[in-house]
């Protein structure tokens, strides 16, 4: 399970349900405990996921996970016309972290978010981790809703999810429970 990772070979592809049951125990020893599992799942079976992707080896070992969801722009202005997701959660195993897998997932999954025409990419996470991606905490202090500080960061994929702000947001129920 120690074996070294070379990150650049792994195909980052979408979830199928027969992944459920490894990202399950990816999730859970990422976070050493069945909350963020559970999130995921919960908002799996919501339809709250807007993006779902694992990391897979050459040898078909699902080494990593990540999971975006919708968030809704409430009250008026431009920012009501914003596709806005939530980054959350990433895992890696905790034997093959710092090894580009996780970096790798952040980098081929945002590109798909642009793809799919998402504007603004929204992360609560480690404020030493994150802006590597690109995401800023300065522009997430115009989006307001239940997360605010340094851990709260934001990312635009196109030139209305930098201009149109600030934006008001509501995250999918299942995150109340993180709030
Ligand atoms: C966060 C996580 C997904 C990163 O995956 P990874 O494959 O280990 O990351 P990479 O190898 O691409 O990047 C390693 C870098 O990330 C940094 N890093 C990893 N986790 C970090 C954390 N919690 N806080 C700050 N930096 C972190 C490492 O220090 C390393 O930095 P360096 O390149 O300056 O040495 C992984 O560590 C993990 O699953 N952690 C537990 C779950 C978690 O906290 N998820 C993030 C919140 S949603």
Known sequence: MN?????????????????????K??????????????????????GALILEQVAV??????????AYSRVTPAGVGAGQDLSIA??????????????????ALIRASLETMKDLGEDLVLVLGPPAYYPRF???????????GPYAGA???ALALTEAGQRDLPVEVSFATPFQEFE
């Open 86 to 103: 939530c980054l959350a959660p990433v895992s890696v195993w905790p034997e093959l972290q710092r090894q580009g897998i996780g970096s």
């Open 151 to 153: 851990a709260f960061m």
């Open 57 to 66: 080896t050459p040898e078909g070992k699902v080494v990593g996970h990540i």
């Open 134 to 144: 690109g995401f800023d905490a300065d522009l997430a202090r115009k989006v307001q």
């Open 25 to 46: 125990a990816l999730v859970t020893a990422a976070f050493n405990q069945e909350t963020e599992a559970r999130l995921v799942h919960t908002l799996r079976h919501c």
């Open 3 to 23: 074996a070294a990772i070379d990150a650049s070979a792994l195909e980052i592809r979408p979830v199928v349900p027969a992944d459920e049951a490894v990202v």
